[in-house]
């Protein structure tokens, strides 16, 4: 259940990892185009700067023009006054203020005239720079109340041509229409100061365009920057999330709630329970057949030892006796495995040898307490029984014993010969099988050994317990 909930989450989590980085492949995509974007809206951003710059020139120009007009037309009143002292003087005043004014008329016409080609090339020069027509026309509508003050400036212009030319037209009329023209020139003059004052807006308004458009194109500048460090970002971010496929997170998703597969072989193997469970048991009866026999045989022959026999000769013949019969018992026991219970023997002859010789070797070390401690020594044989039962690791693993209990494993014969039939009996690690034995003949040495000085020390000196035996031993 936890490995079928673990491989879900993990699914769930590595196909949101997907999504969120086709998502960022996306979001690079929009930001390469924004960036492109950002790019042409710069280069147009440059162009209307240079356009609104332009303008900006040619309204100061305007105006600087207009004034010169409201100039020329504030000089037309003295002369409307001087034609009035006299006909002759008012006759070629009015020659002379005739083409003046006809210049001026034609001049402020050509800019009246002029004023809607303007106003289109302007627009179209705007909309070139990517101005949308809402800004188009906020543009325009600070560059219309000059168009309507030139128009207006070019009406009271053409009137006063106009009576210029009447004034013109005879001598006689001249000294009559002098006050009017005099009138009139005043008036040009006011329109002409107007034409001046809107052409000074005019400039003023289109140096502000020039400086918004100079700003515009910075902040695109900027926005290109910007756009451009977003787009690389986002690719980092990209290159960072490692692409999959259905599959591939599968296959994840399985390991992530599953990170350790583990595989169980096996050297060899035995048939049923029973069979698993015989080598314990053998080597279990056999230390019980030896203690037994010793509880029946006299470990030492004390007439031997009184007779001052040689203490090797006597320490073998009291270990050969039960050691024989021990072999004898084991042997019984092969009979009993192999035929009344049919186990299996991938090596019989192996496995009867390591019976016979754990069955030599408990003989040495049983011997061996009892001629060190007579009695007392038969019971500790009890209880390096009891003992092994738990450290020999036959009906259960002996690594989960606690450490003292392990150590003693390492040291007491059973495990050995428990280990040793089951590698022989299974068909296991002949190797093992032969380091085991080594094992035994150690401790059958080793217990011979020490049975021989034992027996060496009662032909030399006798003890208490030698002369005044115990009831139970």
């Known amino acids: 259940m936890a490995e079928l909930v673990g491989k879900e989450a993990a699914g769930r989590l590595l196909t949101a990892i997907s999504d969120i980085r086709g998502k960022l492949v996306t979001a690079t995509d929009g930001a390469a185009q924004l960036t492109d974007g950002a790019v042409t ?7 209307l700067a240079t356009g609104a710059a332009s303008l900006a020139d040619g309204t100061a120009s305007l105006a600087s023009g207009a004034h010169r007009v409201a100039s020329g037309a504030a000089q037309l009143v003295p002369g409307a006054q001087q034609l009035a002292s006299g006909a002759d003087q008012v006759a070629a005043g009015n020659r002379r203020l005739a083409g003046y004014a006809d210049r001026a008329g034609t001049a402020v016409q050509a800019a009246t005239d002029a004023l809607p080609a303007v106003r289109q090339d302007i627009a179209d020069t705007l909309a070139a720079q990517g101005l ?8 325009l509508a600070q560059l219309d109340p000059l168009a309507d003050k030139l128009r207006d400036g070019n009406t009271k212009v053409q009137t006063a041509v106009g009576q210029v030319d009447r004034l013109a037209t005879g001598s006689a009329q001249v000294a009559a229409g002098a006050a009017r023209l005099s009138a009139g020139a005043s008036q040009l003059s006011s329109g002409a100061t107007q034409v001046a004052a809107g052409a000074d807006a005019a400039a003023s308004g289109a140096s502000q365009v020039s400086g918004g458009a100079a700003s515009l194109a910075s902040g695109l500048a900027t926005l290109r920057s910007g756009a451009a460090e977003l787009r690389d970002g986002l690719a980092d971010g990209v290159a960072q999330i490692p692409d999959s496929s259905a599959a591939l997170r599968d296959a994840q998703a399985k390991t992530i709630s599953d990170p350790v597969a583990v595989e169980s072989s096996k050297v060899a193997a035995a048939g049923d329970y029973g069979a698993g469970l015989a080598p314990f048991f053998a080597a279990l009866a056999g230390w019980i057949g030896i203690y037994a026999l010793f509880l029946i045989v006299k470990p030492i022959s004390r007439r031997a030892v009184t007779a001052l026999r040689t203490p090797l000769r006597v320490t073998a013949a009291g270990w ?15 009979g009993v495995l192999a035929l009344a219970l049919g186990f299996g023997f991938a090596n019989p002859l192996g496995t009867l040898g390591v019976m016979v010789a754990a069955s030599f070797t408990y003989a040495a070390i049983i011997l061996a307490l009892n001629v060190w401690l007579g009695s007392v020594g038969q019971f500790l044989g009890l209880v390096l029984m009891v003992l092994q039962l738990v450290t020999a690791g036959g009906t259960f693993p002996w690594q989960t014993l606690p450490a003292p209990l392990a150590a003693l494993h390492h040291v007491l014969p059973m495990g050995y010969v428990v280990d040793a039939m089951r590698q022989l009996m299974y068909g296991g690690d002949l190797g093992r099988a032969g380091v085991d034995l080594l094992v035994l003949a150690a401790w059958l040495v080793g217990g011979l050994a020490l049975a021989a000085l034992g027996v060496t020390r009662m032909t030399h000196r006798r003890t208490l317990r030698d002369l005044q035996p115990s009831l139970i031993g």
Do not use: E, K
């Open 41 to 47: 809206a710069a280069s147009g951003a440059g162009t």
């Open 132 to 139: 949308t027509p809402t800004q188009i026309a906020d543009v």
């Open 320 to 334: 050969l006796t039960p050691a024989v019969l021990g072999g004898i018992q084991m042997v019984g026991l092969f």
